[in-house]
């Protein structure tokens, strides 16, 4: 059975700091993409940031670039998300996603892209 599991979400003061992590279990995730996506109440689903299959490449949005940083562990089937200077606006759940990755360099920020989703972890940034 294929899952993924997020987890190291939290309550945090502005200007802290997370580190998420997504655990693959039922496949390989050395082979897949991954990326971090994000949903506040009442907004839509926004792309995070993303890292291909080799770790080659990534991406972010512009609202985290400087204060996030996506890496993987293929050995341990895992992909972690580093969050810094955390702002209020970071409130939300954030949802790891998989989508198969060919080339090694599939790094896309769009949800319809991605395959397997985990169930999220709630994020709160507040003093």
């Known amino acids: 059975q294929l899952q993924f599991v997020e987890s190291g979400g939290g309550l945090v003061q502005p200007g802290g700091s997370l580190r998420l992590s997504c655990a693959a279990s039922?496949?390989?995730?050395?082979?897949?993409?991954v990326g971090w996506f994000r949903q506040a109440p009442g907004k839509e689903r926004e792309g995070v940031s993303c890292?291909?299959?080799?770790?080659?490449?990534?991406k972010y949005a512009d609202s985290v670039t400087g204060r996030f940083t996506i890496s993987r562990d293929n050995t341990k089937n895992t992909v972690h998300l580093q969050m810094n200077s955390l702002k209020p606006e970071d409130t939300a759940v954030y949802y790891c996603?998989?989508?198969?990755?060919?080339?090694?360099?599939?790094?896309?920020?769009?949800?319809?892209?991605?395959?397997?989703w985990g169930q999220g972890t709630q994020v709160t940034i507040s003093s």
């Open positions: 996603a998989a989508a198969a990755d060919y080339s090694g360099s599939y790094c896309p920020l769009d949800s319809d892209e991605y395959d397997y």
């Open positions: 039922g496949f390989t995730l050395e082979y897949y993409a």
């Open positions: 890292i291909s299959s080799s770790g080659g490449r990534t």
